[in-house]
């Protein structure tokens, strides 16, 4: 009866998260840049993927039935190439979108809808489709013997060690969502640790470094709030306006945006991160 119902829980999780997520986003009439009203939704689709495991991202161009075929195919394919680089600014990873191509236009008959008009307006868009990855296969439980892991060394422990100039400490829980400057709510506890710490060793000089992910080459991100393309920078002073609100000497710190040109590799959550490069180090004594 157990395995029965484990099975059916199986199924039922399978159906559901293999659920693709869609969105569409329509365009003026000969235009491929997206419309302000258009950019705004689509962004707001791309907060909602914060915390969805995807396997892959399709974008499909389309036009209306006014411009010839060879033109609706090339403006198809620039309206799929916009928003693909909407998602690359928002710090989407390039490697999950799968398909970015241009279908040229639709024909009136798709649509049920009297008003040409309307039909064309629909017509002119993009269809986005999220693929959410499967789910890992429920594992029965089976008698192990307990391994005792090995701890490893938090950024709050490099800092309370023995420091010296050239060290780097990646705040490994300081974590941010796509697009946005300031550390999730779950990272402020540790946060305000390491403020702590750094307010009490004033011989520590260091400079703060913001990261992004996702973006191409060595472009920096847009940053959602303030829509300026320095989303690292923008990370690292926050982290540094925080430090200097919990008593952190100012002339002791500075900040600088890294874009993405140190990707650490793995999961791209990782590299939405800031560091602590350490400049000089004094007697905290002195």
Not at 12 to 38: A, G, M, R, W
Not at 72 to 88: M, P, V
Not at 90 to 113: A, H, M, R
Not at 186 to 192: C, D, N
Request: glycine share 4%.
């Amino acid at each position: 009866m157990n395995k029965l119902y484990v099975f059916i829980l199986l199924c039922c999780n399978f159906v559901f998260s293999q659920k693709e997520l869609t969105h569409d986003v329509y365009f003026d009439t000969d235009k491929y840049i997206v419309p302000s009203t258009e950019e705004s939704r689509l962004l707001l689709f791309i907060s909602t993927l914060e915390n969805v495991e995807i396997e892959s991202i399709s974008i499909f161009g389309f036009c209306d039935d006014i411009g010839a075929a060879d033109y609706n195919l090339i403006l198809s394919q620039q309206r799929a190439d916009a928003i693909k680089n909407i998602f690359s600014n928002n710090e989407i990873s390039e490697s999950l979108i799968s398909n970015v191509d241009g279908k040229g236009q639709i024909l009136l008959k798709i649509i049920e809808e009297k008003n040409v008009l309307k039909i064309r307006g629909l017509n002119r868009k993009v269809e986005i489709i999220v693929k959410p990855k499967p789910p890992e296969p429920i594992k029965e439980k089976e008698d192990t013997v307990a391994v005792i892991e090995k701890k490893e060394k938090t950024a709050i422990d490099f800092l309370k060690g023995d420091l010296k100039k050239g060290d780097k400490i990646i705040l490994e829980n300081i974590h941010f969502s796509n697009g946005y400057s300031y550390p999730k709510a779950e990272s402020k506890k540790t946060l305000e640790a390491i403020a702590n710490i750094l307010s009490e060793r004033k011989g520590v000089y260091f400079t703060i470094q913001g990261h992004v992910c996702c973006t191409q080459y060595t472009r920096d991100a847009v940053d959602k709030k303030t829509k300026k393309r320095n989303l690292s920078e923008a990370r690292a002073k926050y982290i540094y306006d925080y430090f200097e609100k919990k008593g952190v000497d100012r002339r002791r710190m500075r900040y600088l945006g890294m874009r993405r040109m140190f990707p650490l590799g793995g999961d791209t959550k990782f590299d939405r991160r800031v560091e602590i490069v350490i400049t000089y180090v004094v007697d905290d004594n002195q």
